[in-house]
């Protein structure tokens, strides 16, 4: 859901098995805690899995590409500052 607010974003998202998102540069810092199964994050320094109870955090301006490769998917909530919007996700083509 879009609440408009400019600062911040927060989304409860929930991911099948195999899914990819495309990668992305975006200009926003990214937080994302896992609830469920187990995210995978690719970047320029390497791939880490991030499992329920963990968090990762992706930088402004750094290339990042998530996945949730086992079997149950995943569950997480990603917190964006300032909010996400598709202007400054910078997704791959």
């Known amino acids: 859901m879009n609440t408009g607010h ?10 099948p098995h195999g899914w ?13 805690v896992v609830l469920r199964g187990l995210l995978r994050v690719e970047s320029e320094s390497g791939v880490l899995d991030v499992r329920a109870g963990q968090a990762v955090i992706a930088h402004p301006g750094e290339w990042v590409r998530y996945s949730t490769p086992e079997p149950e998917g995943a569950e997480y909530v990603a917190i964006c500052l300032p909010a996400f919007s598709p202007e400054t996700v910078h997704r791959d083509e």
Not at 20 to 32: D, H, N
């Open 6 to 15: 400019a600062h911040v974003s927060i989304a409860r998202m929930q991911s």
């Open 20 to 32: 990819v998102e495309p990668g992305q540069r975006p200009t926003f810092e990214e937080i994302t």
